[in-house]
């Protein structure tokens, strides 16, 4: 059997944390940024963690179950 591809997609977006929790960028920050006021586009600025609820797809798209 072949080995198992990782998805190109989710290895650019996600990073592990070293408690094997999940990394994300927050998303609306690449355009339009005119319209939305400085605090907001300093909060999207940050990363934050992957919500429970979706680890497992991700996880499962990196082959790490």
Do not use: C, W
């Amino acid at each position: 059997m072949p080995k198992m591809k990782t998805n190109a997609s989710a290895k650019k977006r996600f990073k592990l944390t070293g408690s094997g929790k999940i990394k994300r960028k927050h998303a609306y920050k690449s355009h339009i940024l005119t319209k939305k006021d400085t605090k907001r586009k300093r909060a999207l600025t940050n990363a934050t963690l992957v919500h429970k609820a979706d680890e497992n797809n991700i996880k499962l798209q990196l082959n790490m179950k």
